[in-house]
């Protein structure tokens, strides 16, 4: 699927108090463009807004202003057509997956896309994250770190148009995370993730949101990012 451009206009994004069940406005007017095929890494401290901004994206939480996909906002009379395009990928790979085999799980976008071939794009995108001869294994025998390459694997098999993950390298070791963002790098998609692992956002050339408080306080290349001490501080980020 060709990559798509974003484009986001004085959003706002609205998660559920855990205590009290009342909605509590998380990311205060934010406006950008992800250009098609581009990397772009959100980054913040914990509690900065980053995976409500993923989230938003993909119609997970309740939001307003306008995102907009190939120009075509995203609402509810567009939302199914525009998560067909979307590979999403939870921060903890135990919210999605749910199939006995790996095998099984890595086909499965490409044979809800009714993709050609779904077997031979699972056995690829596994390759593509390192996860080679473990077909037959249920997912939840694997570590932590496994789990998140398969969920990996997954969005990567159903050729998506943007791909969207949420700690992409966490709880991986150094093959893996560099394995990972070798996959990343060869995804035709425009891709954002939220992490904390800034060096990822060099390694890819990628493109920098950073946020402070649900805030957009900076943007640009990730390395002329990572140089501004000021914002750094701002954020509550150390460079990379």
């Known amino acids: 699927m060709s990559p798509r ?28 463009t992800l250009g098609a095929g581009r990397r772009v890494a959100f980054v913040g401290a914990n509690g900065a807004g980053k995976t409500s901004l993923l989230l938003a994206l993909v119609g997970a939480v309740r939001f307003a202003g306008r995102i907009a996909f190939d120009g075509i906002a995203l ?21 999605q997956l749910f199939l006995p085999t790996v095998l099984e799980e890595a086909r499965l976008a490409a044979e ?15 390759d593509a994250v390192g996860l080679v001869g473990l077909d037959a294994r249920a997912p939840g025998s694997l570590s932590l770190g496994e789990q998140r390459r398969l969920a990996i694997a997954t969005a990567l098999s159903g050729d998506p148009g943007v791909l969207l993950l949420d700690e992409p390298t966490a709880s991986l070791d150094a093959r893996a995370r560099r394995r990972v963002l070798e996959a990343m790098r060869a995804c035709p998609a425009t891709t954002a993730f ?36 000021a ?10």
Not at 16 to 26: I, K, R
Not at 217 to 222: E, F, H, L
Not at 231 to 240: S, V
């Open 5 to 32: 451009n974003i484009e986001l206009e004085d959003v706002r994004v609205w998660r559920e108090d855990g205590l009290g069940g009342q909605p509590v406005e998380v990311i205060h007017s934010v406006g950008a």
């Open 75 to 95: 609402d509810r009379s567009t939302l199914a057509e525009h998560r067909r395009s979307i590979g999403y990928v939870f921060a903890e790979p135990s919210d």
């Open 112 to 126: 809800q896309r009714r993709l050609d071939d779904p077997q031979g794009r699972a056995r690829r995108a596994l």
């Open 194 to 229: 939220a992490t904390h692992d800034l060096a990822a956002a060099l390694e890819l050339e990628a493109d920098v949101l950073v946020l402070a408080g649900g805030r957009l306080v900076g943007c640009g290349p990730a390395l002329e990012v990572f140089r501004d001490r």
């Open 231 to 240: 914002l750094l501080d701002r954020a509550e980020l150390d460079a990379p």
